[in-house]
């Protein structure tokens, strides 16, 4: 694996972070050992939430420049909701709340992989994120 490809794991929550915040990428390469990120932001709520993302990947962030402008002309996009898991409750029936279709449940479940194996088994008390429409 060459060293881009490692620094792009190594930060993979932070460049998912990119795309979930409606962050425009302009540049992404390796120099001098540090991953160089350079883009705009749609708001300073977004280009917070891009640092954060990176930061859990290493504090320091040693091996990392990241130069983000704010751009309020770009889009903000459509935000996923939080649905907290209540007793009786399936995905099958959060999706039919939540989109008037009990068959779109995959949507939710795949929303939701980094915290579920199976859409059969979700928990009491469990905060599932719910995709925009």
Known sequence: ????????????RGLKAITETGTHLTNLHVQDNKLVVKGASPSEEAKGEVWTAFKTADQTYADLAMDLKVDSSL?????AQTYVVQAGDSL??????????????M?????????L?????IKVGQTLKIPAA
Request: hydrophobic share 30%; glycine share 2%; no cysteine.
């Open 92 to 105: 099958s029936k959060i999706s039919k709340h939540f989109y008037g279709n009990a068959n779109a449940y």
């Open 1 to 12: 694996m060459d060293q881009l490809e490692t620094l792009k794991a190594k930060y993979a």
């Open 75 to 79: 889009p903000a996009p459509a935000r």
């Open 117 to 121: 194996s199976d859409p059969d088994k």
């Open 107 to 115: 949507k939710i479940f795949e929303a939701n992989r980094d915290q």
